[in-house]
């Protein structure tokens, strides 16, 4: 096997250990192995030519999230914001050990560490790619359940800080994305279109 085959093994091996489960078509998923399928489905979908270093990122975006709970911080804004920077470091170190095993040299380790980190959004253009990517996912599988749980103002500050985030490029991918007529209209209206 490859170092990329060995890698994406283990990293599904990981996330395979999540005891989250969600359901998709009638099957029952550990949570993150099925979001790390998702992020690197849609990252091939959307960029075939995806480098191997931000292929493995995509798939390794939230390894072992289960293991940092969002109760274990303070439940304010500041709370939320310091676990999710000890996410990313956790996910990139994570990442790191098991590109290391499989033989990967610093520089590579190092640069997929730092597209997991989301460093330079904006400027850098796998960063940017990356962030299309979780964007996407985002609006494609998981937004429809966020519509559910908050009022509209919540949700139209929510579409408008995903479409910040995101390229122009993701913007039109977005709009492919078959949302429900209700979903479609409050992204519409938080987008002023």
């Known amino acids: 096997m490859t170092p990329f085959q060995n890698a ?4 599904d091996a990981e996330n395979a250990q999540d005891p989250n489960s969600e359901i998709y078509q009638s099957n029952s998923y550990p949570k993150e192995l099925l979001y790390s399928n998702r992020m690197y489905k849609r990252l091939m979908d959307f960029y075939p030519n ?24 303070p ?18 170190q994570t990442t790191a050990e098991i590109l290391a095993k499989a033989g990967y040299s610093q520089i590579f380790i190092d640069r997929v ?7 330079l959004l904006k400027k850098d253009a796998e960063t940017q790619l990356l962030e299309d ?34 390229s122009e490029n993701g913007h039109q991918e977005a709009l492919k994305i078959n949302f429900s007529e209700a979903n479609l209209q409050l992204i519409k209206e938080a987008l002023r279109m």
């Open 75 to 92: 439940m304010d804004r500041v709370g939320y914001l310091k676990w999710r920077e000890d996410l990313k470091k956790f996910h990139a």
């Open 50 to 73: 995806a480098s191997e270093e931000i292929q493995i990122a995509s798939k390794a975006q939230h390894i072992c999230r289960w293991k940092i709970p969002r109760e274990s911080y």
């Open 113 to 119: 560490s730092f597209l997991i980190e989301k460093k």
């Open 133 to 166: 990517v979780i964007c996407l996912v985002f609006l494609e599988f998981y937004f429809d359940d966020f519509a559910q749980k908050h009022d509209q103002e919540k949700m139209k500050n929510i579409i408008l800080k995903t479409w910040h985030k995101m």
């Open 8 to 11: 994406t093994a283990w990293i």
